[in-house]
């Protein structure tokens, strides 16, 4: 008969084995490769492609597929992070970089972890320091390659998320310079970053505005009133009219509520549009239900509009309203009956806005207007009304 001790021990040796028999045997297994291509490394660069391509889905896919042929393929840990940073999930996004960065051991893996991470903090803003970690990164990444093209590409990218232009433009040119990698997009960024530049926003605002792809009317408020200084411009330009007529006193004591919109409370460029609807600006007035609609685009129609009005109200010159009422369009796709042909002509007579499509001269009214243009053309304002 064993002894209670040593029947103790051998319960608790069988416990043992026990648990790690179960352990081994719910343990993920590894995937057989069913064919040549059906490899971790054919599968990242797969799901790399779909990224680029705005598939997250199914890149997510592809990573996970070579994740089963190898538990500790680092790549494609650091593949699905990029899937989560590029859907919002940064939480997701930090613990895939961590399982990436664990099980790095080559070069070309850890540089890759290194860039993933630049585009997480790029992305996610992660922090008051954001910026000094990615550059942290990008540091470490060309201590290991210092023509690795990725690197430098997408540290351009974080400084100029960080409204650094001046060394984001660097790092695109050093791209430019490798030709090894991202030259197409470089080229992309660099021009748009010389184009922000000669527009000179005086601004954070300005600046962060110059990289959208397609303005909003929210955009639009906030470039008047803090690039513009519409505010200020109206004030010195507009002549004040007085009101001598009696006033009853307790009606006179009482303060005019504030001009504001139903749908902005959240609205990061909030005070700038209620100093827009202060103001009363064609184009950017508040609809019949109260909602200004923040969010909804501008085009190259509604800122010609826009820049009309101002043009009268500053000048004083009504007449400019219907100048061109009656002209011949010089535009194929402007008919002369529209709307805003007028407010068009205004502008393009003046060298303030100009054919979108130099080759064929058309106009291009309801196309969108990019930020940076948006900055250029509020620049050229500016020096038609001699304004700073």
């Not at 990698?181 to 960024?189: K, L, M």
């Not at 600046?207 to 909003?216: E, F, G, H, M, S």
């Not at 009133?225 to 006193?249: C, G, H």
Request: hydrophobic content about 40%; aromatic content about 10%; overall charge neutral.
């Amino acid at each position: 008969m064993l002894s209670p001790i040593r029947s103790s021990k051998t319960l608790a040796l069988f416990v043992f084995f026990t648990c790690v028999l179960l352990l081994v045997s719910c343990a993920p297994k590894e995937r057989v490769a069913s064919s040549q291509l059906d490899t971790p490394g054919d599968h990242t660069y797969t799901g790399l492609k779909l990224i680029d391509q705005g598939k997250y889905a199914d890149a997510q896919r592809e990573f996970e597929l070579a994740i089963q042929l190898d538990a500790k393929y680092s790549r494609a840990y650091s593949g699905i992070a990029l899937v989560k940073i590029y859907t919002g999930d940064f939480d997701a996004a930090w613990d895939n970089l961590k399982t990436g960065r664990k099980y790095a051991k080559t070069d070309e893996e850890k540089l890759f972890g290194y860039v993933s991470r630049i585009q997480y903090y790029t992305q996610s803003k992660s922090g008051k320091k954001w910026l000094t970690l990615a550059k942290d990164d990008f540091d470490e990444a060309v201590k290991l390659d210092r023509i690795y093209s990725p690197a430098y590409y997408f540290m351009g990218l974080a400084y100029e998320a960080g409204l650094d232009f001046n060394l984001a433009g660097q790092m695109f040119t050093k791209v430019l310079e490798l030709k090894s990698g991202h030259v197409d997009e470089a080229d992309v960024q660099w021009k748009l970053l010389q184009k922000a530049q000669r527009a000179m926003p005086g601004t954070a605002t300005g600046k962060q505005i110059a990289l959208v792809d397609r303005l909003t009317r929210a955009d639009a408020a906030a470039l008047f009133m803090e690039e513009l200084k519409i505010d200020v411009l109206y004030k010195k330009r507009i002549p004040k009219t007085f009101d001598a007529s009696f006033k009853n006193p307790e009606k006179a004591a009482t303060k005019t509520a504030k001009i504001t919109a139903k749908d902005i409370a959240v609205q990061p460029f909030k005070k700038d549009i209620e100093g827009i609807l202060e103001i009363g600006l064609q184009g950017l007035e508040n609809y019949p239900d109260g909602n200004f609609q923040p969010e909804e685009l501008v085009t190259r129609a509604g800122y010609a509009m826009m820049l009309e009005d101002i043009l009268i109200k500053v000048s004083g010159d009504n007449s400019l309203a219907t100048k061109f009422i009656g002209s011949a369009s010089p535009f194929p796709d402007l008919r002369a009956d529209l709307p805003y042909f007028n407010a068009i002509m205004i502008v393009t007579s003046r060298g303030i806005m100009e054919a979108k499509n130099i080759t064929t001269g058309e106009f291009a009214p309801l196309s969108p207007v990019a930020g940076v243009d948006a900055l250029l053309i509020i620049h050229k304002i500016k020096e038609e009304l001699k304004f700073n």
